[in-house]
């Protein structure tokens, strides 16, 4: 085709039901670009033309730095800006789950751009949200690509036009029965691919994914676990009312997990004194220390334990003000 001449094709990056998709060179430009093309078999297909279509208007309707750019779409073909750097789905394999640390701080990028989405004055609706498309590029920035299931939300229609979404990453709701996606569907695929991203669970694994409701995970806090669970509630009206309340709850995870440490680091510190200061002295004197113990510590040991009580809610008064001075 005569418009497919302005690009030469690079290499495949991936395929889809309807398309396939190339990284590519823009002759005119010298820019790389991707560049998506229906398959032979599919490109007189109506259905198929008009899920490219929705995707281009969707994306043209976008203006984020993480989403990339519509350049031209045509009947058959659609060309948008690309964005280099590894999906989620490749540094998994690669390298395996990610820490709860990590993962809170790709959490917070994500949320960042599906606010974004949601918030727009017609709302777009995600629907495939999974580490496939997700892109983590060389400067540890949060990218999302691929909108070929997205559609723009309008209040008051009584289902979607077309049921797309990932096996495993899909909310309920994805499969036609429960009315028209909004929201809180793109809060259920956030919620399993941070479940996958730091458990490694087969999300298709109905076994595992009970286990982890009513057990959690060795490596992860309680405060993120509980995040997770509500994420992927199967009822939308048990899941977080928006991403702003998950944006919430993740910092408020952040400032929970580093008190968590400081306070143990102290606790150890203080413990490892005391040892040391009770083996010191029992060294150098153990006969008085033994005779210490046994005659004054009936009336001794409870001044002590409140000296250390009061020091304790000391520390933790300190420590709170310093994490929050830090977040702020």
């Given amino acids: 085709m005569e418009e497919l001449k302005r690009y030469r094709i690079i290499r495949k990056i991936g395929e889809g039901g309807t398309s396939i998709a190339y990284m590519a060179k823009d002759l005119r430009t010298g820019k790389k670009v991707t560049l998506k093309v229906l398959k032979a078999d599919k490109q007189r297909s109506q259905k198929a033309r008009k899920n490219m279509e929705n995707e281009a208007a969707v994306l043209k309707s976008l203006k984020h730095p993480r989403i990339q750019k519509l350049i031209e779409h045509r009947d058959d073909h659609m060309v948008t800006e690309y964005i280099s750097g590894s999906s989620l789905a490749e540094k998994l394999k690669r390298n395996g789950v990610y820490s709860e640390k990590e993962a809170v701080g790709i959490a917070l ?90 458990t490694g669970i087969d999300i298709k694994d109905e076994a595992a994914l009970e286990n982890f409701k009513l057990n959690g995970f060795p490596t992860l806090s309680e405060a993120f676990t509980k995040i997770i669970n509500k994420c992927i509630k199967p009822g939308r ?38 040892l040391a200061a009770v083996l010191s002295g029992t060294i150098l004197y153990s006969k008085p220390v033994i005779n210490y113990i046994s005659c004054d510590a009936e009336t001794r040991m409870p001044a002590f334990r409140g000296r250390l009580y009061v020091a304790k809610e000391r520390i933790t008064e300190f420590i709170n003000k310093e994490i929050l001075k830090e977040e702020r």
């Fill in 109 to 198: 990028e994500l949320i960042g751009i599906l606010k974004y989405l949601h918030g727009l004055k017609e709302p777009v609706i995600y629907r495939d949200l999974k580490p496939a498309n997700i892109i983590i590029g060389k400067d540890g920035k949060v990218s999302l690509i691929d909108f070929g299931a997205a559609r723009f939300y309008r209040k008051g229609e009584k289902s979607d036009t077309s049921y797309l979404g990932t096996v495993g990453f899909a909310a309920p709701e994805q499969y036609g029965t429960l009315g028209q996606t909004d929201p809180k569907t793109d809060i259920y695929c956030f919620g399993m691919t941070l479940l996958q991203m730091t």
């Fill in 237 to 274: 009206d048990d899941r977080f009312r928006s991403c702003a309340e998950i944006e919430k709850a993740l910092s408020e995870s952040i400032v929970k997990r580093k008190r968590s440490g400081i306070t143990r680091y102290i606790r150890l510190g203080v413990a490892a004194a005391i």
